[in-house]
């Protein structure tokens, strides 16, 4: 058998409502295909559609074959949700979700599974049909592609899973946009830095939220000491997402407080918390308290010692003084 090409790194493309597009190749040359699509607001290489209950919704993806191999593409939608703290998303069983849409997706059937020649770019085209009974807020789906080669000694897909990228639906009516800092935490205690700080954000809406601001450190002056930026990230419905960051350096002393200003969704609604801690080098300081007062003590023993020589001194003086008086 004829070795395989290296692994294959695919993405999307979606132009529907977009004038700017993204794109990039591969940055090794294990990568075979091309990376194209949009970047959202929070980072994600994705797009969003807006509709109403009941709207057909059309857009397409585009695939660049980098390689040196004729490949055969499979096209596939699923559903997913977003269970990890990262913002990764999870496939999960078409329908399974209230968040689900990949069951309102479709392609047409040459593009279902379609040849794609080395060097060559294929834009294929999908229709998003929302049902009437739609409910609002947002619908998720991953468009996914699996490639193969097209030759017969060779046998298999060319990858071992499936790559793709989001497509995400806001479905109009009653959309709510709730999110709350459910944590703000460092340790209560600390020794020495640098202190470990942690931020969750819960979106408890029915609509995915874009997510942002600042963690500021201020001191017992009420002084700012230190300033992080919160990377701007998606938040999905029912999902927790977290941010975590440390206050870099190793002596530190006092009394702190911990700010985060926060700003989500499409009104940048505000969010605010905050946390107290203590930092305080017990084990130097009191090396520190045990050495000077070893110096208060000596120097109180010395001041001791010599005040007696003194004493003798001036009483050997005075007897001196009263015996060799005349009589």
Same mark, same amino acid.
């Given at each position: 058998?004829? /070795?395989?090409?290296?692994t294959?790194?695919l ?16 940055? $090794?040359e294990?990568?075979v ?5 949009t $970047?959202d607001e ?8 807006a509709g109403?209950?009941?709207?057909t ?9 980098l ?5 055969k593409?499979?096209?596939?939608? !699923?559903?997913f ?12 069983e ?6 689900a849409? %990949? ?18 770019? /294929?834009?294929?085209p999908? $229709? ?6 739609? !409910? ?5 789906a ?7 080669i ?5 046998v298999?897909?060319l990858i071992?899973h ?9 479905i109009?009516?009653?959309?709510k ?6 944590e703000l935490?460092a ?5 020495y830095?640098p ?16 997510? %942002?601001?600042m963690i $500021? ?19 999905f419905p *029912? ?37 107290y ?10 090396v520190i ?9 000596w ?8 005040? /007696?020589k %003194? ?8 007897k001196?003084?009263? *015996?060799s008086?005349?009589?």
């Amino acid at each position: 058998m004829k /070795k395989l090409l290296p692994t294959v790194l695919l993405a999307t493309i979606f132009i529907f409502g977009v004038n700017s597009a993204y794109a990039q190749e591969a940055g $090794t040359e294990d990568r075979v295909l091309v990376i194209g699509g949009t $970047t959202d607001e929070a980072g994600s290489l994705s797009i969003n559609f807006a509709g109403d209950p009941g709207e057909t919704l059309k857009g397409s993806t585009s695939v660049t074959n980098l390689s040196t191999e004729t490949l055969k593409i499979k096209t596939e939608f !699923t559903d997913f949700i977003v269970e990890s703290e990262a913002g990764v998303p999870t496939p999960v069983e078409a329908g399974s979700s209230i968040w689900a849409m %990949s069951l309102w997706i479709s392609v047409p059937a040459e593009y279902q599974e379609f040849t794609i020649e080395p060097n060559e770019t /294929k834009e294929v085209p999908f $229709t998003i049909d929302a049902p009437q009974d739609a !409910t609002p807020g947002g619908h998720y789906a991953m468009v996914l592609f699996t490639p193969t080669i097209v030759k017969e000694e060779v046998v298999g897909p060319l990858i071992e899973h499936k790559v793709g990228n989001l497509v995400k639906l806001t479905i109009s009516g009653d959309i709510k946009e709730n999110a709350e800092i459910t944590e703000l935490s460092a340790p209560y205690f600390s020794e020495y830095g640098p202190i470990p700080l942690t931020l969750r954000v819960l979106n408890s809406g029915n609509t995915h939220v874009k997510t %942002s601001g600042m963690i $500021t450190i201020r001191n017992m002056f009420d002084k700012e000491v230190a300033k992080w930026e919160v990377k701007p990230a998606n938040v999905f419905p *029912t999902a927790v997402r977290a941010w975590d960051t440390e206050w870099a350096g190793k002596w530190r002393f006092g009394l702190y407080k911990a700010e985060a200003n926060l700003v989500y969704g499409s009104s940048d609604t505000p969010i605010t918390s905050e946390v107290y801690f203590w930092v305080f080098p017990w084990k130097a300081i009191s090396v520190i308290s045990g050495i000077i007062v070893l110096f208060i003590v000596w120097g109180k023993y010395l001041d001791s010692k010599e005040n /007696k020589k %003194s004493k003798k001194l001036k009483s050997a003086k005075k007897k001196n003084e009263e *015996t060799s008086s005349p009589v």
